[in-house]
């Protein structure tokens, strides 16, 4: 809890905004701190690679990969640190881990030495936030495995992408005849009306468009010591909406999950393969990355989860197909 209490102390931020000179919520410094304790602790050098010398050894060692992008090159391929095979990393473990956690916003890219000339990495999460892909195709590239089972935790099923919000539907147009009609009918007296090119007509213009405008326009509060931002334009408020719904999309992982499952259940009996997925259907959602604080809360979400009696028999035969993986490896 101590730990968690320092790496997520809010650095700069005003009104939710990251302000300070790494334009993000936190500072890396105290999280490369608790990273280089924990590697120190368990393995004895704080710098000690990702590459494992005994990969070859399976009595000793368990091969590990973590998912990063090319922060200045996020198009391409995911990047895997790896801890095993011919192309293994030998970049320090911390950086490893802080290039797969530098979430944008919340921690600053990480600059990875190895291999020269280095590069500038951030979070794993925009591109495979469900690597679950990634690991069936790893596990079969690094055993020459037919068959493997795949074993996939959740953080949390996240409410649904909505760019649009809810409008309302358009209203059905009247046919050219009924449209005159009406028109003749509902036709105004313009008599005691200012003419179009009198002062009076545009006066009253202005004012509607003015009113709208204020409206659009308002969104940040006023605080003191901070930037007013009282009259932001309405287009600004809009692409903030889509940046909020595009990282709901860039995150999204039960789009793989529903490939993943279909792949396990395929139609070819050779290609099916054991495949579990545990996620917790609701409530997750509402906690934020850096909410260390609500741990209590998502440990009951998770405990409720468990004891739901689909889950517990799911749980039962994942628990099985891990101590007998003959069972599947040998069909």
Known sequence: MELSKAVFRLDNVKMGVPVGANRCRFDEKPLEKALKDVIREIIGDENAPMADPYDQNPEVSCPVFVVATEGQDASSREKLFRSYGFDKDRCPIWQAARATSAAPSYFPPTWVEVPAPGGWYIDGGLKRNNPSEVALLEAKRYWKAKRVMIVSIGTGVQKTADFIGNPKPPKKRKSSDEQTDTETESQPDNSMQPKKGSFGGVKQRFKRAASKANAATSYFPSTSGVAQYSRIPGGLVTLKRFAAELVKLSTESEDTHRNMWERAHSHDESQQFPYYRFNVPAGMDEI??????????????????LRTPLVEKEMERCAESVANPWSFEST
């Open 288 to 305: 934020g990355l850096e909410e260390w604080k609500d741990m209590i809360k998502m440990a009951a979400l998770t405990r409720g989860y």
